[in-house]
């Protein structure tokens, strides 16, 4: 059957288990479920009944009867009975004309903020009654409290987000995460064994000389292999040097996105600062001929310190989560449910006074730890191999992953405006990644060389450089024209870019790069990624593994990203899709 309300129309929406009506824009209509998806005036969408939607007419009228409803029947008689009133009446007409002009002004400035409007019934009592008992906050106090609502997602009658609802704390004042990622309940706690297991059967693997898909260590690791307290001891001072050169006073202060109460976080940028200092120190160590190739030798004691850090940190993490207000918690990590939210982080962006945890692990230890790696592998490459200067496929690696490292650090700020920053929580999945899985799974290709050796020709050089050439120029440009739009819209080196405006108020670039295919950024990644493993040549698969993990990283991304656009915007999403109609992924919807 038809639906009574179209798309774009503007109409008034219930909140549901109340009175209050707020205005809403209709974003579209499912005829399975009879639901429809509106968009308040703040971005947040909401799925809605027919019966909890009126239009402006409807809303008018019956807010008009109960007006006159509300006045007092003697009032009404007394009036009626003296002729001499009759001027009163028709002054009185004219006051109530004038007084529903000033409600309709009134009633645009209050719709602006998003102020509800109750609509009266029969039993004002029994509106009250429900008001206490309903699980839907109190509107009116948050109203004082924080001039502002936060809407969450619901659909009315969900038994599943009712049970899910009954496990929020009962302490907890933030909105609860509907759907969960990475399987789950399940999928996170997998996840919690599976990564950890995944770096260390790899590090394995990387370190036999026999590398056949098949060849597996004759036996595990010891403790003493696994472990010792001055290798934990230099993992914290690496953390510790680190942290000093992130609060050093130079570089330049950025501004973050805005926050949920549109507040905007202050950063220091000096990532690259921070690059060229440990280069500093790196070449005096090698100066006065320290032995860098002890992380080669030790390699597995590094991961596992650097796995036990990361856990402390996410411990740390979770337990300081518990006291945080609702504006301070992230969107993906609030569940309820101990191991999702330990694994996606409870926070969105923990700090200790102005230190931003997340900024620091983001972009410092595991990025500029993976380039001392790299560098540790070559010296270890000459000294196992016996050679006076690094083979080529080692000093494509190192250079190919040194560039990569080094424009990340040079556009620091441009993290800012990523999901890892603006959505994600700070939990274990970003420690991990930040500490454990960035250094030593990413150094793969170099570790590998160590004992493999793998002879280039110079056309296959020159074929490996001009593809990470391509690679490279797809990612700075897509991810720059991304970052500039959203910080600055209006800037007028994108008054050539083409965009599809959203009922948020943000445009959705569909020109340029971003009007090719969709995510070209992804594109470069795998382009830059492939040109990173292609010098370890084919006897194996294993300096692959960066690839096959960035596939399956991406595809993640893309499907999240897919969804959250789909729900955001609406129509308009669907309108992007038909304008850029191509994926990197084919099969993603």
Not at 169 to 188: Q, V
């Amino acid at each position: 059957m038809p639906s009574k309300f179209q798309s774009g129309d503007t109409v008034m929406g219930r909140w549901p288990g109340s009175s209050l009506y707020y205005e809403v824009k209709v974003l579209s209509h499912d005829t399975d479920t009879q639901l429809y998806t509106v968009i308040y005036k703040d971005g947040t969408e909401l799925e809605l009944k027919e019966s909890d939607i009126k239009s402006y007419a409807s809303f008018r009228q019956i807010s008009g009867r109960s007006r006159s409803r509300s006045r007092s029947p003697a009032r009404r008689r007394s009036r009626s009975r003296s002729p001499a009133r009759t001027s009163r009446r028709s002054s009185s007409r004219t006051s109530s004309r004038t007084t529903e002009g000033k409600i309709d002004k009134l009633k645009e400035v209050l719709e602006v903020r998003l102020t509800p409007v109750v609509l009266p019934t029969e039993n004002n009592s029994n509106n009250q009654h429900e008001k206490e008992d309903t699980n839907e906050p109190n509107i009116e106090s948050e109203q004082r409290s924080s001039g502002r609502y936060n809407l969450r997602r619901r659909k009315d009658g969900d038994p599943k987000q009712a049970e899910e609802m009954k496990k929020v704390d009962e302490d907890s004042t933030t909105l609860k995460t509907e759907e969960l990622e990475f399987g789950g309940r399940i999928g996170t706690f997998g996840m919690l064994l599976f990564l950890p297991s995944v770096v260390l059967l790899l590090l394995l693997q990387v370190s036999i000389k026999d590398t056949g898909l098949l060849a597996l260590p004759a036996s595990f690791p010891s403790a003493e292999v696994l472990w010792d307290w001055q290798v934990f001891g230099l993992v914290i001072f690496w953390l510790f040097f680190q942290a000093l050169l992130y609060m050093l006073p130079f570089g330049k202060v950025v501004d973050g996105m805005p926050l949920k109460t549109g507040k905007k976080l202050k950063y220091r940028v000096n990532g690259f600062h921070a690059l060229l200092i440990t280069g500093v120190f790196v070449g005096i160590a090698v100066q006065q001929e320290m032995d860098l190739t002890y992380i080669h030798t030790h390699f597995l004691q590094f991961y596992s310190s650097a796995l036990i850090m990361s856990v402390l940190l996410s411990i740390y993490l979770y337990t300081r989560s518990r006291l945080l207000s609702e504006e301070e918690r992230a969107p993906s990590g609030n569940s309820g449910y101990l191991f999702h939210d330990f694994f996606m982080g409870r926070e969105l962006n923990p700090r200790i006074r102005n230190f931003d945890v997340k900024f620091f692990c983001e972009m410092r230890p595991g990025l500029i730890g993976w380039l001392v790696i790299n560098f540790a592998m070559l010296l270890a490459e000459m000294k196992v191999q016996k050679l006076d200067f690094p083979s080529p496929a080692m000093l494509l690696v190192n250079i190919f992953q040194l560039l990569w490292v080094a424009d990340g650090l040079w556009h620091e700020e441009k993290i800012l405006t990523t999901m890892d920053i603006v959505h994600d929580g700070f939990g274990f999945m970003l420690a991990f990644g930040d500490l454990v899985w960035v250094p030593f799974t990413f150094t793969c290709q170099a570790h590998y060389l160590v004992n493999h050796p793998s002879e280039l020709s110079k056309l296959f050089v020159a074929v490996i450089i001009t593809i990470k050439g391509i690679g490279y120029y797809i990612f700075r440009k897509a991810n720059s024209q991304k970052n500039n739009f959203r910080r600055n819209p209006s800037d007028p080196s994108h008054i050539h870019l083409k965009t599809i405006s959203t009922a948020t108020g943000k445009g959705l670039i569909v020109s340029g790069l971003w009007g090719f295919v969709r995510h070209p950024n992804y594109l470069g990644d795998l382009l830059m990624g492939l040109a990173w493993s292609l010098p370890c040549g084919f006897r194996h698969a294993l300096p692959y593994f960066y690839l096959v993990y960035l596939v399956l990283l991406l595809i993640h991304r893309n499907s999240r990203d897919e969804l959250q656009c789909r729900k955001k915007y609406g129509s308009a999403w669907d309108e992007y899709c038909k304008a850029v109609p191509y994926r990197i992924f084919p099969w993603i919807y």
